[in-house]
């Protein structure tokens, strides 16, 4: 389990479980979109004119733990997201940070992230469930480079438990700021059809893992 830094709240944790047990979806989220057993919701970032995310769905004959592991795993990610140019950690003043680079289709700028990451296993009424938080930082370790546009703004979140049946209830939250010069509508449309897609693959890649038995 990745050491507390204190960089997120216990509160955070405890409001991620909740979301499985009662999503939060009142109010101004709007049902975007259901397909195979994923809901997606989303919620306009007025500032930014981006849409936040939060998806709910059931991964069947995906164990929370080893899906967890699957997720943690950034090596094996490289193998199947299709979007990873570099995916590394690496310690800093004391705390393991992650640079994620992610590709774009030319003639866009690569993107990359700079971001701390925390799991928890936590226990909600006898209910085991992991929560995994992430969200941008900046370190002097980690110079801008030349043609490669940094993301300042990036937060997600993951909880995971059994779904009784030996599957997986999975709740994400997700939202990022590529920043440069894309039209707001246009990184709607890629986050409208990336982003259920996530599960999907994180899915498809579960049952592909090395370390499955």
């Given amino acids: 389990m990745a050491a507390a830094g204190g960089n997120f709240s216990d509160e955070e944790f405890w409001k991620a479980c909740a979301e499985l047990q009662q ?16 809901s997606v919701y ?13 998806i709910f769905g059931v991964l069947k004959d995906c164990s929370p733990a080893l899906l967890k592991e699957v997720y ?6 490289k193998q199947w997201d299709q979007y990873v140019n ?30 701390i990451r925390e799991l928890r296993e936590l226990d909600m009424e006898g209910r085991k469930i992991y929560v995994i938080l992430a969200k941008s930082t900046s370190s002097s370790q980690f110079p801008e480079r030349s043609g490669v546009i940094r993301v300042n703004q990036y937060q997600q979140s993951l909880a995971i438990e059994s779904d009784g049946k030996g599957g997986s209830r999975v709740f994400m939250y997700y939202f990022d700021n590529p920043g ?5 509508w246009l990184i709607n449309w890629v986050a409208r059809n990336g982003v259920p897609n996530f599960l999907k693959d994180l899915e498809e890649a579960y049952h592909k893992y090395p370390k499955k038995k």
Avoid: H
């Avoid at 989303?42 to 939060?54: A, D, I, Q, V």
């Avoid at 440069?180 to 707001?184: A, C, E, K, N, V």
């Fill in 23 to 38: 999503p939060a979806v009142a109010g101004k989220w709007e049902l975007l979109l259901e397909t195979s057993g994923i």
């Fill in 72 to 77: 943690m795993d950034l090596g094996y990610r």
């Fill in 42 to 54: 989303r919620l306009l970032e007025e500032s930014t004119w981006l849409y936040k995310y939060k």
């Fill in 86 to 115: 570099e995916l590394y950690e690496k310690e800093c003043d004391g705390e393991t940070l992650v640079y994620w680079q992610v590709e774009y289709p030319f003639p866009m700028y690569n993107r990359d992230y700079v971001y």
């Fill in 180 to 184: 440069g010069l894309i039209p707001s």
